[in-house]
């Protein structure tokens, strides 16, 4: 993407509105990396990253299984956000972090480097048609940038319902030089590990369709 693009995009982003307001929400200043204080309270906490957490009940449950984690959660949509706002204000929480953003933009840009340990993607959108598969997530640059962001020993959790996309992610990971499997052959698993929340998307996709969970760690 072109800077101009970009800065247009980032003009966006920075638009006022009132949820944007909240404490817990991160709006970067500049289209560089974000300051890891503004992140997190520490170094030495354990650093999860959400891309798109949508409702937020896989976020929420983590940090309540994991309360000594922080927790950065990206999304797009406001009405969502504002959702997670309210439990954030209800349980008076302070280790969930919410960057309002939309990822396909500049996230190589504002994330930096070396901060996580543990990225999740739950339910990325799957983009079925062939003339839009250059809008997945998941794509080769994707998986160089994730291991940039990454710290040693960090880990991705991937979960999708969508067989196609779940194929392409494997061989993405297993053709990389960047990652190891956390999952024996074949790398994946069709029951999520209990250890892990259960997200909105997957009670619904579950009732129909049995997904695909896998487990990356940076080399
Ligand atoms: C299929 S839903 C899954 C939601 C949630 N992860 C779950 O499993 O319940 C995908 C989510 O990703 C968000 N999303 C999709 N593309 C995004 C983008 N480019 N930037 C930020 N969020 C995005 C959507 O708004 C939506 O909430």
Known sequence: MNLELQRKLFSIVRKPAKYKEHPSIILPDALKPIEIERLFFSENTYHVLELGCGWGEFALEW???F????YIAMEVKADRIKKILKKIDKKNIKNLKIIPINFQ?????IMPENSFDFVIINFP???PKRRHWKHRLIQKPFLEVLYRI???HG???IATDYGPYARKILS???KSPLYLPVVPWPNYLRKRPAIFPESKFEVIT???NQPYYTLWKKV
Request: no cysteine; glycine share 0%; proline share 7%.
């Open 63 to 65: 940090i309540n299984r």
């Open 67 to 70: 309360p000594e984690h922080e």
């Open 105 to 109: 933009w500049f996230f190589e840009e």
């Open 125 to 127: 959108d799957p983009w």
């Open 150 to 152: 990454l710290r040693n």
């Open 155 to 157: 880990m991705v959790y």
């Open 172 to 174: 993405l990971f297993r």
């Open 206 to 208: 579950s009732k129909t």
